[in-house]
């Protein structure tokens, strides 16, 4: 196989955050967006942050939540409620992780 067959433009996918504690708080899924490929930079970044450093790894994520047109979602004065933004920076973990 050659290697161009692998490389391709990232794409940017839909997540779902539907959980028993999310359906039951907001009454529905949570959803937002990322790109299926990341830099290798961030990539390494979030594989070296050590678990008790949890503000680092919410920093390395935070840029990667997208809204449906690919924009980033939080900056600046823009946050999460605290139990939503763990649930989203697992998600990104795990999809990230496939």
């Keep these: 196989m050659k290697i161009t067959q692998l490389a391709s433009k990232p794409q940017l996918i839909k997540i779902t955050v539907d959980d028993e504690e999310i359906i039951k708080t907001y009454g529905e899924p ?21 678990e008790e450093n949890y503000g680092e790894l919410i920093e390395a994520v935070q840029e990667m939540i997208l809204d449906e047109e690919g924009r980033p979602v939080l ?6 409620p605290t139990g939503v933004m ?9 999809t990230l992780g496939k």
């Design 86 to 94: 763990g649930k989203v920076v697992a998600k990104v973990v795990e």
């Design 30 to 50: 949570i959803e937002f967006h990322m790109y299926d490929r990341q830099p290798m930079h961030k990539f390494v970044k979030l594989a070296t942050v050590k």
């Design 75 to 80: 900056g600046g004065d823009t946050l999460l």
